[in-house]
């Protein structure tokens, strides 16, 4: 089991750019969601999914987009990539939800010029 | 946004000594995690807590869900270097399928 895979891991973007965060889980879980983790600020949820084909906003989804195809993947797009979207995002799985354990992958983190 | 306070920001402390943390808010949640954060790595879950006034252990740790579903609390006994991280407490409001509350986390030092 490779659990939860997150690629890239490293990217700089200059304001303007687009580009799409990947997460992929090999557990089979229903529920996937993406957060964002900035200094001093804990973790913010920006969108999460139920199942294929079934996604919701969190706290924070302004100038993100995601969409859950397969049960595996759930792919995180900056449209317009902006300085304030400089962060660490982390992508996490769990068998039926946040109320049990959620399992994070290794994050990615992002630099906006 | 809703919001979780948790206390302390920061904790510095020796080696065996015990340390307690703690978060509180102005909702009631049905659910309090808690979880910890290893430099360069994702959280990992230590506890769920699932009722008001539930304790739980988990080898040393050992963490409460407030009686006013408000706040909880962690303990770390005996600490080791290896308890060096950030732990965050977590939050779930009732119904809510998607919107996980996180504090800001107290990261701790530990020093051998």
């Known amino acids: 089991n490779a659990g939860v895979t997150q690629t890239p891991k490293f990217q700089v973007l200059k304001t303007g750019q687009s580009m799409t965060l990947q997460c992929a889980q090999d557990?089979?879980?229903?529920?996937m969601s993406w957060y964002r983790q900035d200094p001093g600020m804990g973790l913010r949820l920006i969108h999460y999914s139920v199942g294929a084909g079934i996604t919701d906003q969190g706290e924070v989804p302004n100038g993100y987009n995601v969409s859950r195809s397969t049960t595996e993947d759930f792919p995180l797009r900056l449209l317009s990539a902006a300085p304030s979207q400089t962060s660490v995002y982390f992508c996490?799985?769990?068998?039926?939800?946040?109320?049990?354990?959620?399992?994070f992958g290794p994050g990615t983190r992002l630099t906006v010029l | 946004g809703q919001q979780l306070n948790q206390s302390p920001q920061s904790m510095f402390i020796q080696e065996g000594e015990d340390v307690s943390m703690n978060c509180t808010s102005s909702s009631i949640f049905n659910t309090w995690l808690w979880y910890k954060q290893e430099p360069g790595e994702g959280p990992v879950l230590l506890i769920a807590l699932y009722k008001a006034g539930e304790l739980t252990s988990n080898g040393r740790l050992t963490a409460q869900f407030g009686i006013t579903r408000k706040d909880s609390f962690l303990n770390i006994s005996a600490s080791i270097p290896s308890d060096v991280g950030i732990y965050f407490c977590?939050?779930?409001?009732?119904?809510?399928?998607?919107?996980?509350?996180f504090g800001k986390g107290t990261k701790l030092s530990v020093k051998p």
């Open positions: 996490a799985s769990s068998y039926d939800g946040p109320r049990n354990e959620q399992f």
């Open positions: 557990m089979n879980h229903e529920y």
């Open positions: 977590a939050g779930l409001m009732g119904g809510s399928q998607g919107n996980l509350i």
